[in-house]
């Protein structure tokens, strides 16, 4: 029994809990006593035992702050609930520090939620690994696996390391890493992150990175850096909580001097801490810093979160941004009588032989259709396509620059299908057999399913510029701009030039923020108000370099991190006006007698809780913003309808 | 003399206002052995500078416990 007593008291949180629970019961018994019982002697001996109770701990704080040479709260509080002791203010003394400890206790509960966001992503670590040694698996500790050596992950299991599969296959949940909520399909070669969960199979990964120097690693301490970096907003408060206090002190000591006021003066001791005030900004940058990166958005800072809420202008790139990054087969010309069918035929049957990449979209679409042989014999010729022999005919597939080296000629109706194509914004492949062009083939990177959706959600955000920079022919570029719906195009264009173009829109008074791959575009995206890169999960010069690092290329991610920067925004302001009204309200009030001290400590404690609350309701954004997309595809739906 | 240094980082979800941030770095600074101590408020975590022979990491949670909030050691 004392021993256990001993434990609690040991470890302050438990402490603390039971010290306010007592302290409670105290308050609760003296009020029945007096107002169901009328008993007046248990009111002033059981309201002291609740001061006490309940200022204990507070003393305790005050004390080690006292011996550091430290004005704290505590202290401030313990002088106004032993002065209301003196002044035989029982009632009020109980109900201080009481109130006190209740609404710290509420407050570090919240607050710890508010963190949770993060918490959800240390925790997603494992703490131990199962690793082949020696022919025999060993449990250790997560961080001491060593790099190279071989981690076994079973079915239902996080795994504990980065690393590549070399062996088995399985259903990989990458949400903690990704914010994806659809499992990946992990084989040998395959890279893999600690922290996301094996839903089914058995893998062998060779760990690559371990403890610290693993993705999920690198992502936590890249958002606690974020949430720790002071936004200006942020520095001016605390600079005013840091005189405040004092201020505030010196104010009661005065008050008393003048009005001779005991009670006044300790009222004033009680509001001195700008609680509300000073936790405004952090708690809710906490809050969507957090939420962001649940949802796999990196937002390097408040201040970053607050030039995003602020974008008018998205400028970004075409390749592999608003489009595959891959070709694909957009459509077949059949010419001189041949079929559609025979032309992508014959251009499969040459391009099973080579690894161009031009040739796998056009090697897929003709395995859709049925068998494809394999060419007998193949001749590949660098920079200008394939020559083939099958089955006795003669097969070349490439460029017009293949021809000109094979000296066959174009017909009227081949040259007008080639411009058409190009006219397109298509990669013209010719395919000719025996010497004579059967058809053509245009080849395209065609644009995300997710490209439109995200556009049109920015424009409904307000972000009304989308501005596709590329370094694409005009005809490229327009024909995808058309299809997802980007305001304006500007093609042909080289890093500096995206640069000056960067820096015109800004000196237009726009705010800009550059979606990029991070290397190419380094320029353009440090001119930027804001740089986004995407898919930065696999790249760490990505996730250091950009202001908003997205894990995916989910180009959706684009209008959430938006959309969470704005509520953020938003969020932030709210706490501001909650919290400023707070302390005048109380200044006021104090002053005009309409508030004591009980009643000054209830209003304060619960304004750092309403401010805590207020931030907690960003982390519920997704279910708002997964909503208002669903919303925005029903409206593209009615459209098109 | 040779002066190992050793980073320690720490959590904990108790912090509630950012009063609590010069208690806890003064308490531990005023540890002997302990070169650095930083309490990042928004994100709870406590970054410790500090020498093991002289300051080892149970003495940093206990003295932490001392000014009245729980601290865990954190591998990152």
Same mark, same amino acid.
């Given at each position: 029994?004392?021993?256990?007593?001993?434990?609690?008291?040991?470890?302050?949180?438990?402490?603390?809990?039971?010290?306010?629970?007592?302290?409670? %019961?105290?308050?609760?018994?003296?009020?029945?006593?007096?107002?169901?019982?009328?008993?007046?002697?248990?009111?002033?001996?059981?309201?002291?035992?609740?001061?006490?109770?309940?200022?204990?701990?507070?003393?305790?704080?005050?004390?080690?702050?006292?011996?550091?040479?430290?004005?704290?709260?505590?202290?401030?509080?313990?002088?106004?609930?032993?002065?209301?002791?003196?002044?035989?203010?029982?009632?009020?003394?109980?109900?201080?520090?009481?109130?006190?400890?209740?609404?710290?206790?509420?407050?570090?509960?919240?607050?710890?939620?508010?963190?949770?966001?993060?918490?959800?992503?240390?925790?997603?670590?494992?703490? !131990?690994?199962?690793?082949?040694?020696?022919?025999?698996?060993?449990?250790?500790?997560?961080?001491?696996?060593?790099?190279?050596?071989?981690?076994?992950?079973?079915?239902?299991?996080?795994?504990?390391?980065?690393?590549? %599969?070399?062996?088995?296959?399985?259903?990989?949940?990458?949400?903690?890493?990704?914010?994806?909520?659809?499992?990946?399909?992990?084989?040998?070669?395959?890279?893999?992150?600690?922290?996301?969960?094996?839903?089914?199979?058995?893998?062998?990964?060779?760990?690559?990175?371990?403890?610290?120097?693993?993705?999920?690693?690198?992502?936590?301490?890249?958002?606690?850096?974020?949430?720790?970096?002071?936004?200006?907003?942020?520095?001016?408060?605390?600079?005013?909580?840091?005189?405040?206090?004092?201020?505030?002190?010196?104010?009661?000591?005065?008050?008393?001097?003048? !009005?001779?006021?005991?009670?006044?003066?300790?009222?004033?001791?009680?509001?001195?801490?700008?609680?509300?005030? %000073?936790?405004?900004?952090?708690?809710?940058?906490?809050?969507?810093?957090?939420?962001?990166?649940?949802?796999?958005?990196?937002?390097?800072?408040?201040?970053?979160?607050?030039?995003?809420?602020?974008?008018?202008?998205?400028?970004?790139?075409?390749?592999?941004?608003?489009?595959?990054?891959?070709?694909?087969?957009?459509?077949?010309?059949?010419?001189?009588?041949?079929?559609?069918?025979?032309?992508?035929?014959?251009?499969?049957?040459?391009?099973?032989?080579?690894?161009?990449?031009?040739?796998?979209?056009?090697?897929?679409?003709?395995?859709?259709?049925?068998?494809?042989?394999?060419?007998?014999?193949?001749?590949?010729?660098?920079?200008?396509?394939?020559?083939?022999?099958?089955?006795?005919?003669?097969?070349?597939?490439?460029?017009?620059?293949?021809?000109?080296?094979?000296?066959?000629?174009?017909?009227?109706?081949?040259?007008?299908?080639?411009?058409?194509?190009?006219?397109?914004?298509?990669?013209?492949?010719?395919?000719?057999?025996?010497?004579?062009?059967?058809?053509?083939?245009?080849?395209?990177?065609?644009?995300?399913?997710?490209?439109?959706?995200?556009?049109?959600?920015?424009?409904?955000?307000?972000?009304?510029?989308?501005?596709?920079?590329?370094?694409?022919?005009?005809?490229?570029?327009?024909?995808?701009?058309?299809? %997802?719906?980007?305001?304006?195009?500007?093609?042909?264009?080289?890093?500096?030039?995206?640069?000056?173009?960067?820096?015109?829109?800004?000196?237009?008074?726009?705010?800009?923020?550059?979606?990029?791959?991070?290397?190419?575009?380094?320029?353009?995206?440090?001119?930027?108000?804001?740089?986004?890169?995407?898919?930065?999960?696999?790249?760490?010069?990505?996730?250091?370099?950009?202001?908003?690092?997205?894990?995916?290329?989910?180009?959706?991610?684009?209008?959430?991190?938006?959309?969470?920067?704005?509520?953020?925004? !938003?969020?932030?302001?709210?706490?501001?006006?909650?919290?400023?009204?707070?302390?005048?309200?109380?200044?006021?009030?104090?002053?005009?007698?309409?508030?004591?001290?009980?009643?000054?400590?209830?209003?304060?404690?619960?304004?750092?809780?309403?401010?805590?609350?207020?931030?907690?309701?960003?982390?519920?954004?997704?279910?708002?913003?997964?909503?208002?997309?669903?919303?925005?595809?029903?409206?593209?739906?009615?459209?098109?309808? | 003399?040779?002066?190992?240094?050793?980073?320690?980082?720490?959590?904990?979800?108790?912090?509630?206002?950012?009063?609590?941030?010069?208690?806890?770095?003064?308490?531990?600074?005023?540890?002997?052995?302990?070169?650095?101590?930083?309490?990042?408020?928004?994100?709870?975590?406590?970054?410790?500078?500090?020498?093991?022979?002289?300051?080892?990491?149970?003495?940093?949670?206990?003295?932490?416990?001392?000014?009245?909030?729980?601290?865990?050691?954190?591998?990152?």
């Amino acid at each position: 029994m004392l021993s256990e007593l001993m434990t609690i008291y040991r470890n302050p949180a438990a402490r603390r809990k039971w010290l306010t629970i007592a302290s409670g %019961v105290f308050i609760t018994f003296a009020l029945v006593a007096w107002y169901g019982f009328g008993l007046a002697a248990p009111w002033a001996p059981f309201m002291t035992i609740a001061a006490v109770l309940a200022g204990y701990d507070i003393a305790l704080r005050a004390w080690g702050a006292l011996r550091l040479r430290q004005l704290s709260i505590e202290l401030l509080v313990i002088v106004a609930a032993v002065g209301a002791l003196f002044i035989d203010n029982h009632w009020e003394s109980a109900a201080v520090t009481f109130l006190f400890m209740l609404g710290a206790w509420l407050e570090t509960r919240t607050m710890s939620r508010t963190r949770g966001a993060l918490k959800a992503l240390i925790d997603a670590a494992p703490v !131990t690994a199962t690793v082949l040694r020696n022919g025999e698996t060993v449990e250790v500790a997560a961080h001491e696996v060593g790099v190279g050596e071989t981690v076994l992950v079973r079915a239902g299991e996080r795994l504990p390391v980065d690393g590549e %599969v070399t062996d088995g296959t399985a259903a990989v949940n990458e949400a903690s890493i990704t914010g994806e909520p659809i499992p990946a399909e992990k084989a040998p070669g395959s890279k893999v992150f600690a922290g996301t969960l094996a839903e089914n199979g058995l893998l062998h990964l060779r760990a690559t990175g371990v403890g610290a120097d693993t993705t999920l690693a690198r992502i936590i301490s890249r958002v606690e850096e974020a949430q720790e970096a002071k936004a200006p907003a942020q520095r001016m408060i605390e600079s005013f909580g840091r005189w405040y206090t004092p201020a505030v002190f010196v104010m009661a000591v005065l008050s008393y001097l003048v !009005t001779r006021n005991v009670e006044l003066a300790l009222t004033l001791l009680v509001v001195s801490c700008p609680g509300a005030l %000073v936790i405004s900004t952090p708690v809710s940058v906490v809050a969507g810093i957090g939420r962001a990166a649940r949802a796999g958005i990196l937002i390097k800072g408040g201040e970053h979160l607050e030039n995003a809420g602020r974008i008018n202008t998205l400028a970004l790139d075409k390749t592999g941004t608003l489009t595959e990054g891959e070709p694909r087969l957009a459509e077949v010309v059949a010419l001189a009588g041949q079929s559609e069918a025979d032309v992508l035929l014959w251009a499969g049957i040459a391009e099973t032989g080579s690894s161009h990449p031009l040739g796998r979209p056009i090697i897929e679409a003709a395995r859709k259709q049925g068998h494809l042989p394999t060419a007998e014999e193949l001749e590949e010729i660098a920079g200008m396509g394939l020559i083939a022999r099958h089955d006795g005919h003669e097969i070349a597939v490439g460029s017009h620059r293949l021809f000109d080296h094979l000296e066959i000629g174009f017909d009227a109706e081949t040259k007008a299908g080639i411009a058409r194509l190009h006219d397109l914004g298509h990669t013209v492949v010719i395919v000719a057999r025996n010497g004579k062009v059967a058809g053509l083939l245009g080849l395209a990177d065609m644009p995300r399913a997710s490209a439109r959706p995200m556009i049109d959600r920015l424009h409904a955000l307000g972000v009304n510029r989308v501005v596709m920079l590329t370094g694409d022919q005009r005809p490229a570029a327009e024909a995808i701009a058309k299809a %997802v719906g980007v305001d304006e195009v500007h093609a042909a264009m080289m890093p500096d030039d995206k640069l000056e173009r960067i820096r015109n829109m800004r000196a237009e008074g726009l705010r800009v923020a550059m979606v990029g791959d991070g290397i190419n575009d380094a320029p353009a995206l440090a001119a930027a108000d804001i740089s986004i890169a995407m898919g930065a999960s696999g790249s760490d010069i990505a996730i250091e370099t950009a202001d908003i690092a997205l894990m995916t290329d989910d180009l959706g991610k684009i209008a959430e991190a938006m959309e969470i920067s704005r509520a953020t925004l !938003t969020n932030m302001r709210q706490n501001l006006v909650i919290a400023v009204l707070t302390v005048i309200g109380l200044l006021f009030g104090v002053y005009t007698g309409s508030i004591h001290m009980a009643g000054g400590m209830l209003v304060h404690q619960l304004s750092v809780l309403i401010v805590i609350l207020n931030g907690m309701r960003l982390l519920r954004v997704p279910k708002a913003s997964r909503a208002r997309a669903g919303s925005v595809k029903a409206k593209a739906t009615r459209v098109a309808a | 003399m040779t002066n190992t240094k050793t980073r320690t980082l720490l959590r904990s979800d108790e912090l509630s206002c950012p009063s609590c941030v010069p208690k806890i770095e003064g308490a531990l600074k005023a540890l002997p052995g302990v070169q650095k101590a930083e309490v990042k408020f928004a994100s709870g975590r406590i970054e410790v500078e500090h020498d093991p022979a002289l300051a080892d990491v149970d003495t940093l949670v206990k003295t932490i416990a001392k000014t009245g909030y729980t601290a865990k050691p954190s591998a990152f």
